[in-house]
């Protein structure tokens, strides 16, 4: 069985992502945080992909959606945004890894 992985970016990023990664995870794709929130009370993902510059402040949101719904912290939390230097560093804190854009 695939691990279960969930994109909240827009459907550009996500086409990339899902092209590149589709055969090792069943994928998930929200363009919107109160999506991703609805899908989070319902399903414990291994892995999430979010656009950072998508989402925003309502990033915070999300994170703290994952740690209500996971059961533990193995959930890996990947941020994407053009420029990291915007971010605040309590965000960034809360990632497990940053990607630019432009290396996807």
Do not use: F
Request: glycine share 4%.
């Amino acid at each position: 069985m695939s691990n279960l992985l969930l994109i909240c970016a827009d459907t550009a990023i996500s086409d990339n992502i899902i092209h590149k990664m589709g055969g090792e995870y069943t994928i998930w794709h929200v363009a919107h945080q109160q999506d991703a929130m609805a899908w989070l009370k319902k399903q414990q993902p291994e892995s999430i992909i979010m656009d950072l510059d998508l989402l925003g402040d309502t990033a915070h949101d999300v994170l703290d959606q994952v740690n209500v719904s996971t059961s533990d912290s193995c959930t890996l939390i990947i941020g994407l945004c053009e420029n990291p230097e915007p971010l605040s560093p309590a965000l960034a804190n809360r990632l497990d890894q940053l990607v630019l854009h432009h290396s996807i």
